[in-house]
């Protein structure tokens, strides 16, 4: 395992639901990540956290809230989502290197999400 | 605008016969580059990168890369192809100097390795 774990594994919610996915790491690193895979597209990368600054991307919509209490925790917080927010949620932790070297990033095994 | 181009999105392979799978990318300066794997129902695990020097990146499970600057490729190689090879492989990249580490990730490759 690649020390990052996701829960839950699965998730069917409805559109009126509130529900919240959780992402932990385990390797010390600084930095998480939250990111959307959907069939057939690029990796969407939605948020970034480290203990310094966080960088959201402006296309995510409001119904996504994230929130990182720690350096070792992650949460994605659902609501009023729609059908095509169906996907795989995936998380993602690495070390931030003010040098910019290129440190590798550690993912989860995702959460799938369906959206009825 | 960064990309990156997987031109494939399958690729098929006899078990036994060396395989490559594509990426080309479009991003400013000289990026980082990687390569992930992702099995069905897992995340992606990491499998090389090139940062700078030889343009012949080795990296997990005898896979490799080569990096050709005036191409802007990097494409992922294995001399021998095994069937627990088959997986959906991603090329990324990172800008020198990108907001953390934020990463451009292709569509992915499909590979199957037939028996």
């Known amino acids: 395992e690649t020390g990052v774990t996701q829960t839950p594994r699965h998730l069917v919610m409805g559109m009126t639901n509130k529900k919240s996915l959780k992402c932990e790491q385990h390797?010390?690193?600084?930095?998480m990540y939250w990111y959307k895979q959907s069939a057939k597209k690029p990796l969407e990368l939605m948020f970034v956290y480290s203990l310094e600054e966080r960088v959201e991307n402006n296309s995510v919509p409001s119904r996504f809230s994230p929130e990182c209490p720690n350096s070792s925790h992650l949460f994605l917080h659902l609501h009023t989502l729609q059908p095509e927010d169906s996907a795989l949620y995936l998380c993602?932790?690495?070390?931030?290197?003010?040098?910019?070297?290129?440190?590798?990033?550690?993912f989860g095994p995702g959460t799938r999400l369906t959206v009825l | 605008a960064q990309s990156v181009a997987q031109p494939e999105d399958q690729v098929n392979v006899a078990e036994g016969n060396p395989l490559t799978v594509k990426c080309t990318y479009s991003?400013?300066?000289?990026?980082?580059l990687f390569w992930y794997v992702q099995y069905p129902n897992r995340g992606l695990q990491f499998l090389l990168k090139?940062?700078?020097?030889?343009?012949l990146v080795k990296g997990s499970y005898g896979f490799e890369a080569e990096f050709n600057k005036s191409q802007t490729s990097f494409h992922l190689k294995k001399p021998s192809a095994l069937v627990s090879d088959s997986a959906l492989y991603f090329c990324?990249?990172?800008?020198?100097?990108?907001?953390?580490?934020?990463?451009?990730f292709g569509r992915g490759t499909q590979l199957t390795v037939w028996p």
């Open positions: 993602a932790s690495s070390h931030y290197l003010s040098s910019g070297r290129a440190a590798e990033q550690f």
């Open positions: 390797l010390g690193h600084n930095a």
């Open positions: 990324a990249v990172r800008p020198r100097g990108s907001t953390l580490g934020r990463l451009y």
């Open positions: 090139y940062i700078t020097g030889d343009n």
């Open positions: 991003v400013s300066g000289n990026p980082y």
